[in-house]
């Protein structure tokens, strides 16, 4: 079982930054995909961003490509993401995910472990 731990949400104004940290208790962190979604109040889980199992391959939703950066530290068994530019359309809660399948898909399906969420909220 692997355990998925996210942290670093809060308030935050238009045009400020936040960085998310996503910490993976499993022995074969680097065998996961790891990606980020985000789900905002009346609307669908949607994909953010994933890194690659070395973190030499990423993919963004082109709603965040050249605000948001995905990266990973196998060492520590942690992925971040760093967002910058924030709009108030990013307000939500944001989740780290674990995929022990293929590089490239963007579903939810795809991956088999969850976090608990944290509450990014932007004010304009």
């Known amino acids: 079982q692997v355990q998925v731990v996210e942290s670093g949400g809060g308030l935050v104004q238009a045009g400020g930054s936040l960085r998310l940290s996503c910490a993976a208790s499993?022995?074969?962190?680097?065998?996961?995909?790891m990606g980020w979604f985000r789900q905002a109040p009346g609307k669908e889980r949607e994909f953010v961003a994933a890194?690659?199992?070395?973190?030499?391959?990423?993919n963004y939703a082109d709603s965040v490509k050249g605000r948001f950066t995905i990266s990973r530290d196998n060492a520590k068994n942690t992925v971040y993401l760093q967002m910058n530019s924030l709009k108030p359309e990013d307000t939500a809660v944001y989740y780290c995910?674990?995929?022990?399948?293929?590089?490239?898909?963007?579903?939810?399906?795809?991956?088999?472990?969850w976090g608990q969420g944290t509450q990014v909220t932007v004010s304009s």
């Open positions: 995910a674990a995929g022990s399948g293929g590089w490239g898909s963007r579903a939810v399906l795809s991956y088999d472990y």
């Open positions: 499993v022995r074969t962190f680097s065998r996961y995909v």
């Open positions: 890194t690659s199992w070395s973190g030499g391959s990423t």
